[in-house]
Every structure is written in structure tokens, then in C-alpha cells.
């Protein structure tokens, strides 16, 4: 099992949350062997959370090259720049390797209402970047909506989120990738079980909500319908502003 980056939504997550990561990916890592890849939000590595790993469960926080599972893999964690990014994965996929795993944007990937191109934003990786050495398959986390998009003669993968983040989000499927090698790579999205999000203006828009659900509130209409929204177990999710939240938004959320 590969995870692609962002483990956590920010880079100093709380301790209760690192507890049960941990605590899952102990038991994944005890049925198949588990690689997992630093993200922009894993700006802060994934070691510091999670120890120095093992054996079956790889913790990568630089670019590098590993064999798991018979597979030669090649690694490498988000960069901020596109050069950047090309420097470093010459030596992690050096020889040709089975995979290239990565967190970055490549050029023609869609996120809603924007389109990866060069130099726009600096990180998009274009075939300027392609390594000569031969891969086998490139997959990708960073961005939320499953899609492939082409790179000279590879085809970049990306999972999408496993949860809806915004309400962007709203109509997006969620899932993972199945991926099987046999004379050579094949791969296929896996539905996956998420929650809905939905909007919520008013007392009349709870009857559709249970529990687990995100709901979307208005800063404004909090104090009204924030309780009223979590006694019926919907999870309140609040826009993203400047400056710190308070403290009755922070426990909501």
C-alpha cells in the first residue's frame, strides 16, 4: 500500500489525531507493506510523527530510491519549484525503477476552476523535468479530484482524496487506485465510502443531515445552527479565513 502525501491537513496535527494514525497504519503495515510520502502539509516530515518506521513500513521524507515488495520505487516529496523537483528525482529513479511515486502538479491537471501549466503555480513539473531513466508507472498524490494527465510518455495517476475537504468537493467521487503489474502496469479507481457535504442556511436544512455528515455554516449563522447541527451528529465545517479561529469555532470544527 502506497500513500501519497498529505497524511495530515497541517504540518503540526494534534496529538490525538497522530495517536490513531499511527495506531491504523500499525495495522496496515502488519498485513502488507506500507510506503507513505511527505506532502506539502507533511511539510515537517512524517518521522517526527511516526518514528523512524520498519522493515514494512517505509517512512519517506527525502527523495530516495527503495525495494519494497520485490519493486524498485522510486520517491520523491513535494517540492515547491519544478527545477527543484527535476534535480531531485534524477537520483531517486536513477537505473529505471518500477515506480515513481511523487506529490506534486504536473502540467494539465485540474483542480475546479484552475488548470496546472507551466510556471503557473511554480511547482508545476512539465517534460522539461522528465528523467531519461525508464518508469514503470508515475503516480501522484497533492491533488483532491482523481484524474491522469499525460507527461511525455508516461500517464500520471493521481488517487484524489480518500475525504472531501471543501465544498468544492461536494459532487467529487473518493476513493484509491488499484493498481496490478503483470506484463506491465494496469491501474483502476476504487469508489470508496465518504461522507456527504451539504450546505446548511437554515433550521430547515437539518432534516437532511445525519450523523457523520460534513455541513457547511456560515460564520454568521454558527452561534444559530452550529449546535444544532452537531447534536445531530453532523460535523460543522467552517470556511477558511485569515487570523486564528476562536475557540468555539476550533471545537466545532
Known sequence: MIHTGDVFDRSRPPPEAVARAAALFSQVAQRVPLVMLAGNHDRWGLAPHFGGGSARWVLVDQPEQVRVAGLKVGLVPHCR??????????????????????????????????????????????????PPDALGAVMSGHLHPSQTVRWGPHRVVYAGSTERTSVSETHQAKGSVMWTLESRWSWRFVAGRTRPWMPCADLTDLESVDPGD?????????????SAVSERGGIVVLPRRSGRPSRRQMRLF
Not at 214 to 226: E, F, K, N, Q, Y
Open 214 to 226: 460534513l455541513v457547511s455554516v456560515a460564520p454568521r449563522l454558527l452561534d444559530r445552527l452550529g
Open 81 to 130: 519549484t519544478a527545477d527543484q523537483w527535476g534535480a531531485l528525482v534524477r537520483p531517486a529513479v536513477r537505473g529505471g525503477v518500477d515506480l515513481l511515486v511523487c506529490h506534486q502538479g504536473f502540467v494539465g491537471a485540474r483542480v475546479p476552476g484552475f488548470t496546472f501549466r507551466v510556471g503557473a503555480p511554480r511547482e508545476t513539473v512539465s517534460e522539461a523535468q522528465l
